[in-house]
Antibody, heavy 120, light 107 residues
Framework: EVQLVESGGGLVQPGGSLRLSCAAS????????MNWVRQAPGKGLEWVSF????????YYADSVKGRFTISRDNAKNSLYLQMNSLRAEDTAVYYC?????????????WGQGTLVTVSS | EIVLTQSPATLSLSPGERATLSCRAS??????LAWYQQKPGQAPRLLIY???NRATGIPARFSGSGSGTDFTLTISSLEPEDFAVYYC?????????FGGGTKVEIK
């Protein structure tokens, strides 16, 4: 069974940092491209970042470029999102999501999400 | 960036009725459109991709159609578990983007 389990969310002050993790199991993690997608409270979905299976190709939404860093450790079956210079508008549930097929940019499995709250 | 507009915002129907949800793109996305279902407190679930392909395990009562800028998700006969929010998503143009959602609620 495919499982994605996020962790690392919490309350942080504006300008602060957090590192999210996503532990993957039930599939060959190193073969799949992965993404982070977020959802502000009561709002819709926003794609945040993409990383290829090897980690060699990375993309970011303009809203987080220069502040967030996506990475992965295939030996640990884990995906990460380092979030720096956090703003109130980054408050959201952050989901890690697996791609259906390489470079398909459809997301067939999602974690349960981790809530990031940016507030003073 | 492509903007996806979903309508209606809320759809009030009874179990057994047919649901028709619309997604309109600000420019053509060809057939590169997906639909997701999200229930309260849960992650989204992929229903349909490439306009009309059902994802693994999705019941046949869910179907998708359309092309270019206008797309439709149809639920042929609503089951109690289908009351949820539905999002469309395009992958044709970078970055991938989602619509604002349609809530299907029990009438």
């Amino acid at each position: 069974e495919v499982q994605l389990v996020e962790s690392g969310g919490g309350l942080v002050q504006p300008g602060g940092s957090l590192r999210l993790s996503c532990a993957a199991s039930g599939f060959t993690f190193s073969s799949y491209e992965m993404n982070w997608v977020r959802q502000a409270p009561g709002k819709g979905l926003e794609w945040v970042s993409f990383i290829s299976s090897s980690g060699s190709t990375i993309y970011y939404a303009d809203s987080v470029k220069g502040r967030f860093t996506i990475s992965r450790d295939n030996a640990k079956n884990s995906l990460y999102l380092q979030m720096n210079s956090l703003r109130a508008e980054d408050t959201a549930v952050y989901y890690c999501a697996r791609e259906l097929e390489p470079r398909h940019y459809y997301f067939d499995y999602w974690g349960q999400g981790t809530l990031v709250t940016v507030s003073s | 960036e492509i903007v996806l507009t979903q309508s209606p915002a809320t759809l009030s129907l009874s179990p057994g009725e047919r649901a028709t949800l619309s997604c309109r793109a600000s420019q053509s996305v060809s057939s590169n459109l997906a639909w997701y279902q999200q229930k309260p407190g849960q992650a989204p679930r992929l229903l349909i991709y490439d306009t009309s392909n059902r994802a693994t395990g999705i019941p046949a009562r869910f179907s998708g159609s359309g092309s270019g800028t206008d797309f439709t998700l149809t639920i042929s006969s609503l089951e109690p578990e289908d009351f949820a929010v539905y999002y469309c998503q395009q992958r044709d143009n970078w970055p991938p983007s989602f619509g604002g959602g349609t809530k299907v609620e029990i009438k």
